[in-house]
């Protein structure tokens, strides 16, 4: 055997899988694919056969950190359900983000915030980050508490855009 030989050793072998398993733990945890893909989703707007739903409440969405646009509207269907209705809209992509509404009183509401510490009602996942959408809202939310809708990243508890809901 020659100097300029290397061997692996036990060690080496051991500090290249601690070695990975962080690269691959670290991509897991920020998945970085994300920020260069976008779902467009441009789902019909809510048909009724007779009357049209009426826009009960509305609001623009904004977003200090990442850019989130768009408008956030309730509709009151004829059969008294209500759905909260995204268009023209647009933020970044992110892991697990969601639609929430969150009581539009703490000052929080618009800024970054833990889950725990806020009045919320979780509509679901976003469908798309680019497009019209839309969201059932449960008959039990109040609108006049849950007045601002979110879209959160459950991931790092960060807050893309909030719209205030005023009535229409």
């Known amino acids: 055997m ?6 692996l050793t036990p060690k080496h072998i051991v500090l290249y899988g601690i070695a990975l398993l962080v690269l691959v733990g670290l991509w897991y945890a920020f998945r970085p694919e ?5 779902t467009h989703v441009n789902e019909a707007p809510p048909q009724q056969v007779q009357d049209a739903p009426t826009p009960v409440y509305t609001g623009r969405f904004v977003g200090e950190v990442h850019k989130t646009n768009g408008r956030a509207t309730v509709l009151k ?4 359900s209500r759905l ?6 647009s933020t970044s992509n992110g892991p697990q ?6 009581d539009g009183r703490d000052p929080n509401a618009t800024k970054d915030f833990s889950l725990t510490a806020v009045k919320n009602i979780d509509l679901g996942d976003l469908n798309g980050t680019q497009g019209d959408q839309s969201y059932q ?6 609108l006049k508490v849950y007045n601002t ?3 959160y990243c459950e991931h790092f508890h960060a807050n893309f855009g909030s ?4 009535e229409f």
């Not at 020659?2 to 061997?7: C, L, N």
């Not at 909260?84 to 809209?89: E, I, N, V, W």
């Not at 809202?137 to 109040?142: E, G, M, V």
């Open 2 to 7: 020659t100097p300029e030989t290397k061997h």
């Open 34 to 38: 994300k920020l260069f893909t976008t």
């Open 77 to 80: 269907q004829t059969d008294g």
């Open 84 to 89: 909260l209705r995204l268009s023209d809209f």
């Open 97 to 102: 983000l969601h639609v929430l509404l969150v």
């Open 137 to 142: 809202i449960p008959a039990t939310a109040d």
């Open 149 to 151: 809708v979110t879209i």
């Open 163 to 166: 719209a205030s809901l005023e």
